[in-house]
């Protein structure tokens, strides 16, 4: 391989340099660029028939699930075990949460076990924050409370790069449904204007409250209002787990206001990107159809999102920044097969 084909980091300020991934509020926008390029690299690494390189060996990561998830846990132990670190998960259901042990003292056994990472789904926002200023261990927010859940932005954008070929300056994306109680849409709101995009939320005033506009981003309480000019829509479900009250008076009325029905489809854009982070609820934020039409990239999201938290993983562990020239090979040390 010449030494054209991949290069090494030149400038060390261009260099990750946090023990933890905690928000996107806290992160440069070239960090985000540098995730997203990192990821860009290790995409190629999961259309191979064996899947795994030998980045992290000899690094644990420790899964710590407070909350459900499918795709976050899949898809950060999938991205673990092919980076062949050494890979553990937990959850309350079965750990020692349940007989009491503080969040505190699970994270102080876990870094005892020399655990190199945590990746951490906690339903009170600040959780992995409050283990981040007490662990030497890395931290990796997989979704605190309604806060931020940035491994999400970070594979909605890279989608959204991916699929749009171009950088995000400029984009209209427009985040429908329950923005209040969604760590996703702050995330995501964080990561979008960092990038450039003019953001508008769209949703019931009970849900998308004027005070986000401090943030910087438009708001909407009509979805008709948006469609013709944005370039992606990001639809979000209800999270009802997270809600105390009735915010909307039933599910048909807010479907029948803030559903992507057939009907405001064609208000769209014909290239226009529908985004969901799933789980979805087909019939509700959105028509089954288009969850899985042509303009669609949910599942994209879900096959990206592998990449971007191979990335994560690799740039935390002080791996060096892969500047990669498209189709080119990767540097082998990184990315051979692990024996
Ligand atoms: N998008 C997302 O966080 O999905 P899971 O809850 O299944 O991880």
Redesign the pocket.
């Given at each position: 391989m010449s030494p054209t084909e991949y290069m090494a980091p030149t400038t060390p300020s261009r260099q990750w340099k946090h023990k933890d991934l905690l928000s996107i509020r806290t992160l440069e926008p070239w960090e985000i660029d540098l995730i997203h390029d990192t990821a860009s690299a290790f995409k190629e690494i999961n259309s191979r028939a064996i899947k795994k390189v030998p980045a992290l060996r000899g690094k644990t990561v420790v899964n710590l699930f407070v909350e459900?998830?499918?795709?976050?846990?899949a898809s950060f132990e999938l991205a673990a075990n092919r980076l062949s670190a050494d890979v553990i998960s937990l959850e309350s259901s079965s750990s020692s949460f349940k007989k009491g042990e503080t969040l505190k003292d699970t994270g102080l056994n876990l870094q005892a076990l020399n655990a190199d990472f945590m990746v951490m789904r906690h339903s009170c926002a600040g959780a992995a924050q409050f283990l981040a200023e007490r662990l030497r261990t890395g931290i990796i927010n997989a979704?605190d409370g309604a806060h931020e859940?940035p491994s999400?932005a970070l594979l909605d954008t890279f989608t959204i790069r991916e699929r749009l070929g171009r950088d995000l300056k400029g984009l209209k994306i427009a985040i429908c449904g329950d923005i209040m109680f969604s760590r996703?849409a702050r995330s995501n709101i964080w990561a979008l204007l960092k990038l450039g995009a003019d953001v508008t939320l769209v949703g019931p005033s009970t849900l998308v409250p004027p005070v986000f506009k401090k943030l910087g981003v438009n708001i909407s309480h009509k979805l008709e209002d948006i469609l013709p000019e944005a370039h992606v829509i990001m639809l979000l479900r209800i999270q009802h787990e997270r809600q105390r009250q009735a915010l909307f008076p039933s599910l048909g009325e807010y479907v029948s206001l803030f559903g992507l029905t057939a009907a405001r489809f064609r208000k769209c854009r014909p290239d226009v990107v529908i985004m969901h982070?799933?789980?979805i609820n087909r019939g509700v934020e959105i028509d089954s159809e288009l969850a899985d039409g042509v303009n669609s990239v949910i599942l994209e999201q879900v096959t990206n999102g592998m990449a971007v938290r191979m990335a994560i993983l690799y740039l935390l562990s002080g791996g060096q920044p892969l500047h990669v020239a498209p189709g080119a090979p990767l540097a082998p040390h990184i990315t051979s097969p692990a024996s």
């Open positions: 459900p998830s499918t795709r976050t846990r979704g859940h999400q996703v982070p799933g789980p």
